[in-house]
């Protein structure tokens, strides 16, 4: 299953890309003024294979999941809150709740085995192969068959360490240079948590060539059902906004694991977890959003909706110069900052 899933995936249609592009130089603009907005509405129109693309059907899926490595002390929470906090998401009370209601979104949480969490990966491997690819295959099974963009997002007591030792293993670098203090850690915390991503990549640093295997050693179930994710929207044609760093992080392993597979995916914000910036300059990402969030569960991408839907609205409902009855912009104006007038 999951060697399929890489093979042969497809790509934006060249043809839908370019007819956005024809009439983003018609509209009642100058040229490149809505800057990023136009970029957007290209890119979904290429992913959804249409022209003019449309924001009808969103789904948010957010992926849950306990880890060993919590015995070590490396948050300042009990494993016991991600439970809790899937209820709260599926009780509407959680910011995810009003974000993906506000900016129209289905939210759909997927809880993985929370009573059975990951093995400490500083002593063994976080999963075995079977319970990695149950893991992945839980995130297939969590994509729509049809949908016209989706919004990941995570929640795990402990997870910012298990994505920064997937961060160490996959690009090098200091454990101490890819931690934070994701829940709120103080300096002695981020040391400690330095310390066991450290041990936990000296553990299992013979196998670090190989990103699946370095998924199911250091990873975490919501992690690897992101990956599942990110790869089943890629074979159905879904455009794909990531969240924070911890979905990111999973997002790397993907990058690894095949060229090219996150070119249907968008970086919805820059997170305030200080790795996220270096891990999105690694994977060639610039975030739409930059608000100083960290918190997870998806709240990024979905803020990041938002900036799509204007995106999408100008490019579908704007009139052209002709429709509107304003003179275009003549062969020999060089009038194109956004500030000049049509």
Known sequence: MFDGLLRDLPGPSAAAAEEARARQALLTKPPGSLGRLEDAAV???????????????????VFAGNHGVCVHGISPFPPSVTAQMVANFEAGGAA???????????????????????ADFTAAPAMSEAECLAAIARGVDAVPETADLLLLGEMGIGNTTVAAALCCALF?????????????????????????????????????????????????????ALV?????????????VLDGFVCCAAAAVVAKLVAGGLDHCLAGHRSAEPAHGRLLDALGLTPLLDLGMRLGEGSGAAMALGVLRGAVACHADMSTFAEAGIDGRSAGDDRTNAEAGP
């Open 228 to 240: 599942g994710a990110i790869l089943a929207a890629r074979r159905r044609g879904i455009p794909v």
């Open 96 to 118: 995810i709740s009003q974000l993906t209601r506000v900016y129209g979104a289905a939210l759909d949480v997927t809880a993985l085995d929370l009573d059975r969490p990951t």
């Open 172 to 224: 090098g670098g200091s454990p101490a240079s890819w931690v934070g203090p994701g829940t709120g850690l103080d300096d002695a915390g981020m040391a400690r948590k330095a310390d066991v991503v450290a041990a936990g990549v000296a553990l299992h640093g013979g196998h670090l060539d190989d990103p699946f295997e370095i998924l199911r050693r250091l990873g975490g179930r919501e992690q690897a």
């Open 43 to 61: 890119w979904l129109a290429g992913w959804q294979k249409r022209g003019r693309p449309r924001l009808d059907t969103v789904h948010a899926l």
